[in-house]
């Protein structure tokens, strides 16, 4: 692990520390609110008894809506994201609260909470950004490549939410005369395309020499490198190419977590859910729940479970059809349900089962499956671990994300995997 990395993750614990500091002060400053310094003992003892348990759906939301990954959001994001988490979190505290049957906590409480903890949150959460911004400044990147590949890595950069990464030369021919020529000029090359073997040997020992940054792009080739483990024979070092598997000792217990964590959530979202049961049948006409045939470990086909958030003759006359942004099939309140994440939790159902895991390669219907395995050969490692509710795929990339850009991340999570990358 890199001293950046460590440095990451040090951060972002700090950052979830604060939080929940914060979300904390929030509650009693509302409690305050409500009752000044006259707090009765059985309204106060219904948060101090379900504190713990309340923090933790907290942590879970934030890191489930990606708050805590800063590089490719902009303000507006963590404002989104921050209202879309308290919302939920006004009613986690009231599902919480009603399992561990503490009624007595107030719900005036809850909506100062909701008000003042949003407001709080976001302040301290735009700060920490602008600071990211600040302190990482803009760098400045070399494309090289074919013109295809530097293309659409130049249309990806210029689609980035904020400006950490600035193009500023492009290269499509004679590769190292012009970074050596440019080198002065920027600080990080980044290779969009795969290019001979002695170039890219001279290309290394010039960004090595010169300290500057090197990007690959996420071929077959280069996510194969990825995690390698390194052994000595002899006194020779030889690097073995890891699997595109999870460890059997790993696995056991990602199965463990996965069991503990989706019964548990399953409690405490059993409110929500109810309440997205009735939403569902009033606002649209067909059930509440919508099952289909996906893919998951090994390639086995399992009936995937979802609360219904299209129509229910959406693919009567068009067949298969992948679900897109801004699609025409989507039912009113299911806008909100997929926004909010909440049409994915009847799928901790499939988790207890053992079919699906809360962290994994999303899983696509036998049809699509086929059709990505002919376009890229590679796309069955995906299926060596169990799907999940959500992925790599689902946090770092886009919604509307290619096959291939998807499957890169799924095969980089399972190459990369550990307890704390679920995390």
């Known amino acids: 692990m890199s001293q950046g990395e460590k440095f ?12 929940i500091l914060l979300f904390h002060l929030s509650i009693l400053f509302s409690f305050y609110i409500q009752f000044k310094e006259n707090i009765p003992d059985y309204n106060f003892v219904a948060y101090t008894s379900s504190f713990i348990y309340i923090m933790a759906v907290f942590v879970f939301l934030n890191i489930l809506f990606g708050i805590y990954i800063l590089y490719n959001k902009s303000l507006i ?12 979190m006004t009613i986690a505290i009231m599902a919480v609260t009603f399992a561990g049957r503490w009624f007595t906590f107030p719900r005036s409480v809850l909506v100062y909470t909701l ?6 949150l976001f302040i301290w959460r735009a700060i920490v950004y602008l600071l990211y911004v600040k302190l990482n400044g803009t760098k400045q990147v070399m494309l090289v490549g074919t013109k295809e590949k530097v293309h659409s890595a130049y249309q990806n950069f210029a689609s980035a939410k904020n400006e950490r990464h600035k193009v500023k030369i492009v290269v499509v021919n004679h590769y ?12 990080i090359v980044y290779l969009a395309s795969q290019i001979q073997k ?11 020499k010169n300290e500057k940054k090197l990007f690959l792009n996420t071929s077959f080739e280069n996510i194969v490198m990825v995690n390698p483990n390194i052994m000595n024979i002899e006194d020779e070092s030889i690097i073995e190419i890891s699997d595109f598997k999870i460890p059997g000792e790993d696995d056991f217990i990602k199965r463990v977590v996965d069991i503990l964590f989706s019964a548990v959530l399953l409690i405490l979202t059993s409110p929500i859910m109810l ?14 729940f919508y099952s289909q045939v996906r893919i998951t470990q090994g390639g086995k086909e399992f009936n995937i479970l979802k609360f219904r958030s299209m129509a229910a003759t959406a693919e009567k006359d068009s067949g298969p059809v992948l679900a897109s942004s801004g699609d025409a099939r989507i039912t009113p309140i299911g806008k909100y349900l997929r926004a909010l994440r909440i049409d994915e939790l009847p799928q901790l159902f499939n988790v207890l089962k053992g079919e699906m895991s809360v962290v994994g390669p999303r ?9 990505f395995q002919k376009q890229n050969p590679a796309y069955y490692l ?9 992925g790599y795929a689902q946090v770092y990339g886009k919604y509307a994300s290619d096959f291939n850009s998807k499957l890169n991340f799924d095969l980089i999570y399972i190459k990369k995997y550990s307890f704390f990358l679920d995390a």
Do not use: C, M
């Open 176 to 187: 190292y005369e012009n970074i050596k020529a440019h080198i002065d000029e920027i600080d």
């Open 77 to 88: 994001d963590f404002l989104y994201i921050t209202i879309i988490v308290q919302v939920i």
């Open 8 to 19: 990451s993750k040090t951060k972002k614990i700090v950052i979830a520390t604060v939080d």
């Open 363 to 371: 899983p696509e219907r036998p049809f699509f499956v086929d059709q």
């Open 198 to 208: 002695e170039e890219k040997i001279k290309i290394y020992e010039l960004l090595i």
């Open 382 to 390: 995906r299926h060596n671990v169990r799907a999940g509710i959500t």
């Open 115 to 120: 008000i003042v903890s949003t407001l709080i």
């Open 275 to 288: 309440i997205t049961v009735i939403l569902v049948k009033l606002t649209s006409k067909g059930p509440a």
